[in-house]
């Protein structure tokens, strides 16, 4: 059974630097087929692409966050970091973990993490 | 980038209906474009892959077509359990662009 499990601070404050961790379970990190993205949906807002990291190593990050983001893996521990710097109240959001499953050339998200609220606040 | 523009951003509809939702990419993306679900309080589900391939287990009334920049979501006999706000979500490129969403209401 494929879990996926963020994890991380409830609240920072502004400026700070978050640090969000994904652990996964029921697949390999190693997997070709497989990868893992970060998405975050804002209080009553729409989804927002964050950050992905392959097999083999190779990221993608949303360009609007202006450089703030930096994603890593541990394939021995199944973890998948996500961190962001420089937080705003504007951040505060539910920060998503993801699966990336890729069935033939098509990329989805096939499993989530129940997502965890951090709020931005002094 | 590739913006997504989903629409209606809202609609109500009744048991039994036929909803139907667009999405158009700002650049061609060919047929990867996904589709999920995500109900109140819950992490998004992915019901169509490929702008056509219904996921394993999503039920036969979700249908998904399109190709290029236009695509289309269709829910065939609305039922109470798909309240849900939908999103569209390319797969072109490894940025994963999502639409704004289309939130489902039942009359």
């Known amino acids: 059974q494929v879990t996926v499990k963020e994890s991380g601070p409830v609240l920072v404050r502004p400026t700070e630097t978050l640090t969000l961790t994904c652990t996964v379970s029921?697949?390999?990190?190693?997997?070709?087929?497989?990868?893992v993205s970060w998405i975050r949906q804002p209080p009553g807002k729409a989804l927002e692409f964050l950050a992905h990291?392959?097999?083999?190593?190779?990221?993608s990050y949303n360009p609007s966050l202006n450089n703030r983001l930096t994603v890593s893996k541990d394939t021995s521990k199944s973890q998948v970091v996500l961190t962001l710097t420089d937080m705003d109240p504007v951040d505060t959001a539910t920060y998503f973990c993801?699966?990336?499953?890729?069935?033939?050339?098509?990329?989805?998200?096939?499993?989530w993490g129940q997502g965890t609220l951090v709020t931005v606040s002094s | 980038d590739i913006q997504m523009t989903q629409s209606p951003s809202s609609l109500s509809a009744s048991v039994g209906d036929t909803v139907t939702i667009t999405c158009r990419a700002s650049?061609?993306?060919?047929?990867?474009l996904n589709w999920y679900q995500q109900q109140p309080g819950k992490a998004p589900k992915v019901l169509i892959y490929a702008a056509s391939s219904l996921q394993s287990g999503v039920p036969s009334r979700f249908s998904g077509s399109g190709s290029g920049t236009d695509f289309t979501l269709i829910i065939s006999s609305l039922q109470p359990e798909d309240s849900a706000t939908y999103y569209c979500?390319?797969?072109?490129?490894?940025?994963?662009?999502f639409g704004g969403g289309t939130k489902v209401e039942i009359k």
């Open positions: 029921g697949f390999s990190l190693k997997n070709s087929r497989t990868a």
């Open positions: 650049q061609s993306i060919r047929n990867y």
């Open positions: 993801a699966r990336t499953y890729q069935q033939l050339l098509y990329n989805f998200f096939d499993s």
């Open positions: 990291i392959s097999s083999n190593d190779e990221k």
């Open positions: 979500q390319q797969s072109y490129n490894t940025l994963f662009t």
